[in-house]
């Protein structure tokens, strides 16, 4: 479920938060936090008051939780999910899975991007209740018990990916999304398969950079 944005300009251009790192040695462990977890970048803020986290005590009209089971990063999750509840709601406020991000909360950005079923999907745009059994992989998920991490993650640090980060946790799932059923993709159809994620920084080259060193070392 992608988007039908397509947006790959000046693709050398670095981010505004560039000037912030003095050293390489420094954003590197920077871009290590947030590719690992997304844990480094907080989400833009983000009117909650219909997901039960509102100040008032009583439930807006239809607002009825539901207990589910969701099958995320492998584990069998049970939470009260709304009817009108999107995925990545139900991930960041009540699983506590913020490394997905929300950018536009409207299927335009991709910063939401898990991988459900081996498909990348936007889950701002994605109802909770709609995902059923079907397994859910957020930028959590990727990294394996002994702490290594998804082949695409150590690409975005040894390329020096990410700007400020705040998408990076979407790039990385379409990647991964792309390198499961294409092991040795051409740049053109990286650049398609991340397509759907913009990046205010202006990264791109970077993440094509990074995808096509990750699947040259798979
Ligand atoms: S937050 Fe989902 S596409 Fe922007
Ligand atoms: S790295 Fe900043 S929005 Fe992409």
Redesign the pocket.
């Known amino acids: 479920m992608k988007g039908p944005v397509t947006f790959y300009p000046g693709e050398s251009a670095r981010?505004p938060?560039a000037s912030f790192f003095k050293s390489r040695a420094s954003r590197r462990a920077f871009i290590k936090g947030v590719i690992a977890s997304g844990a480094v970048v907080g989400s833009s803020t983000f009117l909650f008051g219909s997901l039960g986290g509102c100040s008032s005590d009583r439930p807006a009209v239809g607002s009825i939780e539901r207990l589910i089971s969701l099958n995320v990063n492998g584990q069998v999750r049970r939470v009260d999910v709304l009817p009108n509840e999107t995925l990545a709601m139900t991930l960041r406020y009540k699983l506590g899975l913020t490394g997905t991000k929300l950018g536009c909360d409207r299927g335009e950005c991709g910063a939401c991007t898990v991988i459900i079923d081996g498909v990348s999907t936007y889950s701002c745009s994605t109802l909770t209740h709609m995902v059923g059994d079907r397994q859910v992989r957020t930028i959590e998920g990727l990294e394996r018990p002994n702490g290594e991490l998804h082949p695409v993650q150590q690409a975005m640090i040894d390329e020096l990916g990410?700007?400020?980060?705040?998408?990076?946790p979407g790039q990385i799932m379409a990647a991964v999304a792309l390198l499961e059923v294409n092991a040795n993709p051409t740049r053109d159809e990286v650049r398609h398969a991340l397509s759907g994620n913009l990046?205010?920084?202006g990264?791109y080259d970077h993440y094509l950079n990074s995808v096509m060193r990750a699947a040259q070392g798979a």
């Open positions: 981010g938060g990410p700007q400020c980060g705040f998408c990076t990046c205010r920084c990264a």
